[in-house]
């Protein structure tokens, strides 16, 4: 049998390579080490808060103890890692959607079901609702509801329901089309608004966008 012929390698001998492979090597771990430093720094000392956020800091220990009530703006901002946090929230407009049709609402808002309104000559009407808002004073949101995206729980999703049921509740069926339900949607944003912003929330608008009658009053509505 015929051995395989190998592929002679070549090992090139140039003190000139050599040397320079020896200068790189210094050079790299030189630069690491300077590098080094710089990263263990701004992990330890820097933190970023992305543009369409702000932040507020908390401090662990000392005499400034807690949360400090001027807001952290976007960039780069100290941070010293174990002696105080930078909690960020969204600082663009927020929407929270009552509906119950998933092609109504976008994967970036909030999705409730639509608000059942039980008017006042006795027909539900299943109403869809979009509210925006922003917010406004991160301290105060952070102070009464922490860290998370409880605010939207506890203030927008909670008064929008009880709003809207309480105004457009004074109406009967017929008149969601009327423009007394003109009067009673500004009536109830001037009432959200207000309470809003004790909360640290601003509100944008509130937008009523379809609604929805139960079988019962189409089939009358039809006989008229």
Same mark, same amino acid.
């Given at each position: 049998?015929?051995?395989?012929?190998?592929?002679?390698?070549?090992?090139?001998?140039?003190?000139?390579?050599?040397?320079?492979?020896?200068?790189?090597?210094?050079?790299?771990?030189?630069?690491?080490?300077?590098?080094?430093?710089?990263?263990?720094?701004?992990?330890?000392?820097?933190?970023?808060?992305?543009?369409?956020?702000?932040?507020?800091?908390?401090?662990?220990?000392?005499?400034?103890?807690?949360?400090?009530?001027?807001?952290?703006?976007?960039?780069?901002?100290?941070?010293?890692?174990?002696?105080?946090?930078?909690?960020?929230?969204?600082?663009?407009?927020?929407?929270?959607?009552?509906?119950?049709?998933?092609?109504?609402?976008?994967?970036?808002?909030?999705?409730?079901?639509?608000?059942?309104?039980?008017?006042?000559?006795?027909?539900?009407?299943?109403?869809?609702?979009s509210v925006l808002y922003q917010l406004k004073d991160?301290?105060?949101? @952070?102070?009464?509801?922490?860290?998370?995206?409880?605010?939207?729980?506890? %203030? !927008? +999703? /909670?008064?929008? =329901?009880?709003?809207?049921?309480?105004?457009?509740?004074?109406?009967?069926?017929?008149?969601?089309?009327?423009?007394?339900?003109?009067?009673?949607?500004?009536?109830?944003?001037?009432?959200? @608004?207000?309470?809003?912003?004790?909360?640290?929330?601003?509100?944008?608008? %509130? !937008? +009523? /966008?379809?609604? =929805?009658?139960?079988?019962?009053?189409?089939?009358?509505?039809?006989?008229?």
């Amino acid at each position: 049998m015929f051995e395989a012929l190998k592929t002679p390698r070549f090992k090139v001998q140039s003190p000139f390579l050599q040397q320079l492979q020896g200068r790189i090597g210094k050079a790299g771990f030189r630069l690491l080490l300077l590098l080094l430093p710089v990263f263990l720094l701004r992990a330890c000392l820097i933190t970023y808060v992305p543009p369409n956020m702000v932040g507020v800091r908390q401090i662990s220990y000392g005499p400034n103890k807690g949360l400090q009530k001027q807001p952290v703006d976007f960039g780069y901002q100290w941070q010293i890692a174990g002696y105080e946090t930078i909690h960020t929230f969204p600082r663009d407009v927020q929407v929270v959607e009552f509906t119950n049709n998933s092609s109504e609402t976008s994967e970036l808002h909030s999705r409730m079901p639509a608000i059942n309104v039980p008017t006042v000559d006795g027909y539900p009407v299943d109403v869809d609702v979009s509210v925006l808002y922003q917010l406004k004073d991160p301290y105060k949101v @952070a102070s009464k509801f922490g860290f998370g995206k409880g605010y939207e729980e506890s %203030v !927008v +999703i /909670r008064f929008t =329901d009880f709003l809207v049921k309480r105004y457009l509740g004074d109406l009967r069926a017929e008149q969601f089309y009327h423009e007394a339900r003109l009067d009673k949607v500004r009536a109830l944003k001037a009432d959200l @608004a207000q309470r809003m912003a004790p909360n640290g929330l601003v509100l944008t608008d %509130v !937008v +009523i /966008r379809q609604y =929805d009658y139960p079988q019962t009053f189409q089939t009358l509505t039809e006989q008229k």
